[in-house]
């Protein structure tokens, strides 16, 4: 009987941690059913390219920052308040973000804090995609890391170039919008 060769999952870690910490989070998007996994490749005119702006990395990480230090500076850590202080710095974020006007992109934002004293956190992220339906070359993401005596923050947002919604939002504004 031939050797079978195991699979690996795309999660899997190649060196694993030997401390794992308190917690651990998986997180895996997928589409709902196969329509939405099998969209046709819509063409991208370059003349709409020029018009709008990419997702730029400097602008966004100065945006993060700001709000780094209007939420951070000067707060002790709370584990109670840990939730809610990263809800309010991940709305911050979208909302400083949203005002850059990518509409061709899909802003994930993230937010991780905890306080310095527990084991060291290790954070990974991995996306896959269908080269037919996003641009590879256009995703792009931004970290920002704030450190101070008592805790840490890890905030990261993932602009998804996505012209295929783009194009279904703006071809049927109806979904979207009332017309009154």
């Given at each position: 009987?031939?050797?079978?060769?195991?699979?690996?999952?795309?999660?899997?870690?190649?060196n694993?941690?030997?401390?794992?910490?308190?917690?651990v989070?998986?997180?895996a998007?997928?589409?709902?059913?196969?329509?939405?996994?099998?969209?046709?490749?819509?063409?991208?005119?370059?003349?709409?390219?020029?018009?709008?702006?990419?997702?730029?990395?400097?602008?966004?990480?100065?945006?993060?920052?700001?709000?780094?230090?209007?939420?951070?500076?000067?707060?002790?850590?709370?584990?109670k308040?840990?939730?809610?202080?990263?809800?309010?710095?991940?709305?911050?974020?979208?909302?400083?973000?949203?005002?850059?006007?990518?509409?061709?992109?899909?802003?994930?934002?993230?937010?991780?804090?905890?306080?310095?004293?527990?084991?060291?956190?290790w954070?990974?992220?991995?996306?896959?995609?269908?080269?037919?339906?996003?641009s590879?070359?256009?995703?792009?993401?931004?970290?920002l890391?704030?450190?101070?005596?008592?805790?840490?923050?890890?905030?990261?947002?993932?602009?998804?170039?996505?012209?295929?919604?783009?194009?279904?939002?703006?071809q049927?504004?109806?979904?979207?919008?009332?017309?009154?």
């Amino acid at each position: 009987m031939g050797s079978r060769s195991r699979r690996t999952s795309l999660f899997a870690l190649e060196n694993p941690v030997l401390d794992h910490g308190i917690a651990v989070v998986c997180h895996a998007d997928h589409p709902k059913n196969e329509h939405f996994g099998h969209t046709k490749l819509m063409n991208i005119q370059e003349d709409d390219l020029q018009e709008e702006s990419l997702f730029n990395d400097d602008i966004v990480r100065h945006l993060m920052r700001e709000v780094f230090e209007y939420r951070l500076n000067g707060i002790e850590y709370r584990k109670k308040e840990g939730e809610e202080l990263c809800k309010h710095i991940i709305t911050d974020i979208q909302k400083k973000i949203a005002v850059l006007d990518y509409k061709r992109y899909k802003i994930i934002c993230t937010c991780v804090l905890s306080a310095i004293d527990k084991p060291p956190l290790w954070l990974e992220s991995r996306s896959t995609w269908n080269g037919e339906l996003t641009s590879a070359d256009k995703d792009r993401f931004v970290e920002l890391v704030f450190k101070n005596k008592e805790f840490y923050a890890i905030a990261t947002v993932f602009g998804m170039y996505n012209d295929k919604d783009f194009r279904r939002r703006t071809q049927r504004e109806t979904l979207f919008c009332k017309n009154y």
